[in-house]
């Protein structure tokens, strides 16, 4: 059973440089979904800030990681927040920095400080917390097998990712690989390899 750090909740952190302020958000998750929609939920949010740059690493294994500069020059801020993730040796986690342009250029060593900056800020005011691993299940069922699956979900440790309860239920839930009942008890309404 694989074990990695992780952050429990959103955390915040804060870096000004020359009358620009950056605002990092650390943010645990599971999949790139989760990572999309914070970001986009930061652009509507923070509509005048000039730059949300990021980087995130998910799984265990911490293979799947990405980071964007935004706009800013090549490399002077995605991978710095990529760095303080890997530093602290982080998976399942998206830090998204927020940037208000203060009307005087830093030049790439300077954002490059900043936006690491603003990322450590973040991880040094997160709960980190050590996290088991799990697998994304995506569960189909009908109407009349609601109550099994349901049933199943609440008495057994997992995370409902998401739920659409329509004509069919459609889940996404994270297990931990220790849950072999559970995930014995949900096998025939898992539609994802």
């Not at 620009?20 to 599971?30: G, H, R």
Request: one cysteine or more; hydrophobic letters at 40%; glycine letters at 6%.
């Amino acid at each position: 059973m694989s074990k990695y750090l992780s952050i429990a909740k959103i955390s915040e952190g804060f870096y000004k440089e020359k009358g620009s302020k950056f605002f990092a958000f650390a943010v645990p998750c599971k999949t790139e979904e989760e990572v999309k929609a914070f970001i986009q939920a930061k652009r509507k949010e923070h509509h005048q800030a000039v730059h949300v740059c990021s980087a995130f690493r998910l799984g265990s294994d911490k293979k799947l990681y990405r980071s964007s500069d935004d706009g800013e020059p090549s490399n002077s801020a995605g991978p710095p927040i990529l760095g303080q993730i890997q530093s602290f040796d982080l998976s399942n986690v998206l830090i998204a920095v927020v940037r208000y342009y203060g009307g005087t250029n830093l030049g790439v060593g300077g954002l490059i400080t900043a936006y690491r900056s603003a990322a450590k800020d973040a991880l040094e005011q997160a709960e980190i917390i050590e996290c088991e691993e799990e697998v994304v299940w995506k569960l189909q069922f009908s109407y009349a097998d609601l109550p099994k699956v349901m049933k199943s979900l609440k008495a057994f440790p997992c995370t409902v990712l998401s739920q659409e309860l329509a004509e069919k239920g459609h889940i996404t839930v994270s297990i931990p690989l220790s849950q072999e009942r559970l995930m014995s008890e949900l096998t025939e309404f898992r539609i994802n390899p």
